[in-house]
């Protein structure tokens, strides 16, 4: 069983910057992909980024591409959301998510594993 855990959360102002971090409890070929779903309140899950452990190949949502990167430590076992130009509609939890796969469309549906969440708040 893949356990993603996150850090980095917090509250920021809008424009401001935050990174969030992600690492998980085995890397086998169930946590090929990595990335990242967010929640804003009263609104449904929206996948934000994932990226394929090892390799350039990361996707986006439209919503965040030029603003958010996804990235990971030489090793492949950290993975990084760098988010900047924050506005106060990127507020919500944050759910770092893996499983064997990567897709273009970021679904809920293709993502076995999911952390607890990390909430970010960005305030106008």
């Known amino acids: 069983q893949v356990q993603p855990v996150e850090s980095g959360g917090g509250s920021v102002q809008a424009g401001g910057s935050l990174r969030l971090s992600c690492t998980a409890s085995?890397?086998?070929?169930?946590?090929?992909?990595m990335g990242w779903f967010r929640q804003a309140p009263g609104k449904e899950r929206e996948g934000v980024a994932t990226?394929?452990?090892?390799?350039?190949?990361?996707y986006y949502a439209d919503t965040v591409k030029g603003r958010f990167t996804i990235s990971q430590d030489n090793a492949a076992t950290t993975v990084y959301l760098q988010m900047s130009a924050l506005k106060p509609e990127d507020t919500g939890m944050y759910y770092c998510?893996?499983?064997?796969?990567?897709?273009?469309?970021?679904?809920?549906?293709?993502?076995?594993?999911w952390g607890q969440g990390t909430q970010v708040t960005v305030s106008s």
């Open positions: 998510v893996a499983d064997s796969q990567c897709y273009a469309e970021i679904r809920e549906i293709d993502f076995r594993y």
């Open positions: 990226i394929y452990r090892g390799s350039a190949v990361t």
């Open positions: 085995e890397y086998t070929y169930r946590s090929n992909c």
